[in-house]
């Protein structure tokens, strides 16, 4: 699910709790989780930090590592409040913090560089400590229960944001843990995903040629790092990254004008490795809006809808209708055709030749190199 | 003359009740095993076992046994073996033979599986939704560049980058076999089915007759140590060049044509006088090392107005340390042929017993590749006894972009393995010259039979995706995951990059 108020007005995250809900059968209980962006105008520019610990030496030994690499202005437990049907909670911090500068200038890295390679060390590093997200002025809210559950023990009603994004979780593969609910975020970024990825196997091998190690082997990794290597790294733009992730098919591509049907066929031939099959709907979250794609053919459900300034995309109109009982206008995107939603006066988080240059942007992954080598130490 | 101590390996059994005494038989066999007298009279040390007389026998009167001569155990000492020594007591010759390896190495592809889908990725069914086969050979970029279009879009920013690449409707192709060891009436029908089917066919080393000229879309020029044929022209006239360096069922040494099937056809097309013997030399000339690969590399990109240029070798020991220089040196694919293809002729000794199976090699190349992060600069072609449409799905999950079939096309126009190709005598027309025999083959049904079997392994193919819960070739090509090994020890499964069932 994911909501977007492209005026900018900010929306209670009582609304999204209320959209994952009427949902709760599309997950078992298992692990649910939303993010939300523009929830902390008064910090709009620190990194926000949403941490898990399992105990206190994890807490004591990542917060170590926090004050070593940042400035931490505030430090606070995660207000929540008792809920029931949510148990074993690990201990849930905040921080809101600002890189310290001479590293940054002695590292000759972006401050966002700097921040992932913090996130992967502190995950590898440190037993029991998770960070949940890394963004700024957003955060997820994420843990194993329904999300109704984990919407109200969180008191996500208190806080308001432009873009929210939910996830009900039903997991198959690999256990309900918290830290493994969606969202799967890093930055601003997060993503949620329902459905599985049968080509999982050439899409990792594709993206470990470039440096990336998909090491919890989920298929929702796996898409956020191909968006990074689409976006950061290789500079297309939001659409053609989603074309290349969900492309055409062939007998489309025939039919389309010589330009487009070159540059498709281009995008088909080189990313061919990277493409997402299977059944898919995900939705991608940032600050400055979100965009949702479905696979290639539609095997999973999306509907979305606009009213007035909010676009909503979800797996069922039921969670649209929840929120706007009258929309403008409801459809079923097209299978590959992302939808994608701008807040007004914000710059998109992408580049290609229309928007910035490849340091001023922030988005996931930026240094996974880096990660790699911090996770063979840890071995 | 002293006598042979080789027995008959057949008997041709005439169950002269039900023969017509027609002399059909006679005139079918390719090697002269009948004589006819009121009724055929068997020579049983002739029969290659090919079968030809027994299919066209109207009496169905003919059959073909092993000839079951009890010999003393002995596991150390095979029957062949014994043979093969007596034959070269006799002879003091290289033992020669054709077709592809027959012993019994591992066959690693019959110990992998593929995986298929339940539940929460589900299955799709390729009768009722697209399927998708099409396959560029050939170099790609890294990364594709964009610019605005000016009305809102975007447009490629440059070349398409698939410039040097062939476009093919399904990711199998016919391999390389010559002109002059095949009869021109297969090649005949090999270009028409590539054309039909969206593929290409292989000149091999033996030039390009022209009759194939109005199918040089579909046909991928071979550059051979020996230059058979090669002009400017000839180059032009493909849709993609390949430089030969090696085959699966003969590494390391060069092509042999028997002067007998060089007739005025075969010699003007490889430009050779009639009736000499085509012998090419083992290594090319002009190639000693990976530098001069390069400069043979861009004088044919150069002759040709940069065309897909390829290079085939042969599966060996390096073969990734190999395959890796041949992408550095500007190859747009490398052709990966195991040791168990086949060939018109071969010494039996190199044939049996030098080369690696093509499912290590083709492992080992992709992964090396994807190391070095030049997986994309090529594409690779797997060959070397694909089998069945399975064996093909199986190379694919192992990182071939295509796959090429040389044996089971000969199949699909009659062959029956009987490995007597270097006679030049071949009953059903394939592996000859001669008219009386080629003329057995009409290209018009050659043709239909390749298409049809093009036609079948790609419907399996797209059977075997829907399986897979993935409607597009791409997202099989590489995905070891999605295979598993039964049976194979730890030490191959890590070198294919296969788990083991179970896991
Ligand atoms: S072809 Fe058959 S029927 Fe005719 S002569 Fe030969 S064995 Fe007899
Ligand atoms: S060689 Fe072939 S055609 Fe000749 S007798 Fe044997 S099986 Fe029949
Ligand atoms: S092509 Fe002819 S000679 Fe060669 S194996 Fe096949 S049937 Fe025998």
Redesign the interface.
């Known amino acids: 699910m994911g909501i977007c108020d492209e005026s900018g007005a900010l929306m209670s995250g009582e609304e999204p709790i209320l959209a994952m809900a009427v949902q709760r059968d599309r997950g078992n209980g298992l692990g649910g989780g939303f993010a939300g962006y523009g929830i902390y105008p008064e910090f709009p520019d620190h990194f926000c930090f949403h941490m898990m610990y399992h105990d206190l030496k994890a807490k004591e030994e990542a917060e170590a590592i926090l004050d070593q690499h940042f400035l931490i202005e505030v430090a606070e437990p995660m207000p929540t409040r008792p809920v029931k049907g949510i148990t074993d909670a690990p201990l849930l911090w905040r921080y809101f913090m600002t890189p310290h500068a001479h590293l940054l200038e002695e590292r000759e890295v972006t401050a966002e560089d700097y921040v992932v390679s913090v996130v992967m060390l502190v995950n590898a590093r440190v037993d029991g400590a998770f960070v949940a997200s890394s963004g700024k002025n957003m955060g997820a809210f994420k843990g194993v229960g329904y999300p109704e559950e984990i919407g109200h023990y969180f008191r996500l009603e208190e806080y308001a944001g432009h873009t929210w994004v939910g996830h009900n979780r039903f997991p198959t593969n690999t256990p309900g843990w918290w830290g493994g609910a969606h969202p799967f975020t890093l930055l601003d970024w997060s993503i949620v995903h329902n459905g599985e990825i049968s080509s999982y196997g050439i899409n990792s091998r594709y993206l470990e040629q470039f440096g990336y190690t998909c090491s919890l082997g989920t298929d929702t990794e796996v898409a956020a790092y191909l968006f990074d290597l689409l976006l950061r790294r290789h500079k297309l733009p939001l659409e053609l990254a989603c074309k290349a992730l969900a492309p055409a098919l062939w007998t489309e591509i025939d039919r389309m004008d010589p330009e487009q049907a070159a540059l498709m066929s281009s995008l088909r031939a080189v990313y061919g490795p990277g493409m997402l099959n299977g059944p898919f709907a995900i939705v991608l979250g940032f600050n400055g809006g979100m965009v949702a794609l479905n696979d290639r053919i539609k095997l999973r459900p999306l509907v979305a809808a606009r009213s007035g300034s909010k676009l909503m995309v979800a797996s069922e109109e039921s969670a649209i209708r929840t929120i706007m009982p009258e929309p403008d206008d409801v459809w079923m995107p097209k299978a590959g055709e992302p939808v994608i939603a701008r807040v007004k006066g914000m710059d998109l988080p992408f580049h290609s030749q229309l928007h910035a240059s490849p340091a001023e942007i922030s988005c996931a992954v930026t240094a996974v190199e880096t990660a790699c080598e911090i996770e063979e130490v840890a071995v | 003359m002293q006598q042979t101590f080789v027995q008959p390996e057949f008997r041709v059994k005439i169950d002269y009740d039900k023969c017509h005494k027609c002399g059909r038989c006679v005139q079918q066999c390719g090697w002269g095993v009948y004589d006819f007298n009121e009724r055929p009279i068997p020579h049983d040390e002739k029969c290659r076992a090919c079968h030809r007389c027994v299919t066209y026998c109207p009496a169905h009167c003919i059959t073909i046994e092993k000839n079951t001569l009890a010999f003393r155990d002995n596991d150390n000492w095979s029957t062949d073996a014994r043979k093969a020594v007596w034959k070269q007591a006799e002879t003091g010759g290289v033992l020669l033979t054709s077709m592809g390896n027959p012993r019994p190495y591992e066959r690693i592809f019959d110990k992998l599986v593929l995986d298929a889908?339940q539940v929460?990725?589900?299955s799709?069914d390729p009768l009722r939704?697209?399927m998708?086969l099409?396959t560029?050979l050939g170099r790609?970029?890294?990364?594709?560049?964009?610019?605005?279009?000016g009305t809102g879009?975007?447009?490629?920013a440059g070349s398409?980058?698939?410039e040097r690449?062939v476009k093919l409707d399904t990711p199998i192709i016919f391999a390389p076999m010559s002109y002059g060891s095949v009869s021109l009436n297969v090649h005949r029908s090999l270009a028409m089915a590539a054309e039909r089917c969206g593929i290409l066919m292989n000149t091999g080393e033996g030039g390009l007759h022209e009759d194939l000229y109005p199918y040089q879309d579909n046909v991928i020029v071979q550059v051979a140590s020996g230059r058979f044929g090669v002009s400017p022209e000839y180059l032009q006239r493909g849709a993609a060049i390949e430089i030969k360096i090696g085959q699966g069922a003969k590494p390391g040494i060069g092509g042999h044509l028997p002067g007998e099937k060089i007739d005025r056809e075969v010699s003007s097309t490889r430009m050779i006088p009639q009736g000499s013997d085509a012998i090419s030399p083992a290594p090319h000339h002009d190639i000693y090392s990976i530098e001069d690969l390069r400069q043979l590399i861009y004088a044919l990109k150069e002759a040709s107005g940069y065309k897909t240029v390829g290079v085939k070798i042969a599966a060996v020991h390096n073969v990734a340390a190999i395959a890796s220089g041949i992408v550095r040196a500007g190859a747009d694919y490398i052709y990966l042929d195991g040791f168990k293809g086949g060939t018109g002729a071969a010494p039996q000794v190199i044939r049996d017993h030098i080369g690696i199976p093509i499912e290590i090699a083709l492992a080992a190349v992709d992964q090396r590749l994807?190391d070095e992060?030049i997986?994309?600069q090529t594409s690779i072609i797997a060959a070397g006894s694909i089998r069945s449409s399975a064996d093909a799905a199986k190379a694919i999950a192992l990182g071939a972009d295509v796959v090429a079939i040389g044996t089971a096309t000969l199949l699909a126009l009659g062959c029956h393995l009987c490995q007597s190709c270097h006679t030049g005598k071949c009953s059903w027309g394939i592996t000859t010259q001669k008219p009386e025999l080629t003329r057995r083959i009409d290209p018009e049904w050659g043709a239909e039979r390749l298409t049809n079997l093009i036609h079948a392994w790609s419907h399996e193919l797209q059977e075997i995706l829907g399986a897979?819960?993935?409607?597009?070739v791409?997202?099989?090509?590489?995905?070891?995951?999605?295979l598993r090994s039964v049976g194979l020890d730890e030490q191959t499964c890590r070198i294919l990059g296969v788990k083991p069932a179970g896991l």
């Open positions: 889908c929460t990725n589900p799709i939704e697209p998708e099409r560029y790609k970029s890294d990364s594709v560049a964009v610019e605005p279009n879009g975007f447009k490629l398409t980058g698939l690449n994807r992060g997986r994309n897979l819960g993935v409607n597009a791409e997202s099989l090509r590489g995905s070891r995951e999605r």
